[in-house]
């Protein structure tokens, strides 16, 4: 069983930054494409930024592209999450996960192994 932790959130105000970092102890980290999903309030969880195992891939949800960054630190067991210039409609709870699938998954039934979760509140 692999187990995520994602640290980071917080409260920031719109147009601030934020980095969320997402650390398992687990040995196999490298050969696991990690990905970044949200959940809203009453909405479903949605995907927000993937990453591929060697990090050479990444792959955005298009209301983050420009502002968001995932990478990823594999000797440190870590991903990461840099939110740049966000906006009320950022406020979310966000979840780090790890998939074994083979493309650039998106979907939340590819990815296997989930976080906690971290709130991020962004305020006008």
């Known amino acids: 069983q692999v187990a995520l932790v994602e640290t980071g959130g917080g409260t920031v105000q719109a147009g601030g930054s934020l980095r969320l970092s997402c650390v398992t102890h687990?040995?196999?980290?490298?050969?696991?494409?990690m990905g970044w999903f949200r959940r809203a309030p009453g909405k479903e969880r949605d995907f927000v930024a993937g990453i591929s195992k060697t990090g050479a891939s990444t792959w955005y949800v298009d209301s983050v592209k420009g502002r968001f960054t995932i990478s990823r630190d594999n000797a440190k067991n870590t991903v990461y999450l840099q939110m740049n210039n966000v906006n009320p409609e950022d406020t979310a709870t966000y979840f780090c996960?790890?998939?074994?699938?083979?493309?650039?998954?998106?979907?939340?039934?590819?990815?296997?192994?989930w976080g906690q979760g971290t709130q991020v509140t962004v305020s006008q």
């Open positions: 996960a790890a998939s074994l699938a083979k493309n650039e998954p998106r979907l939340r039934n590819q990815y296997i192994y």
């Open positions: 687990d040995l196999t980290f490298s050969g696991l494409h």
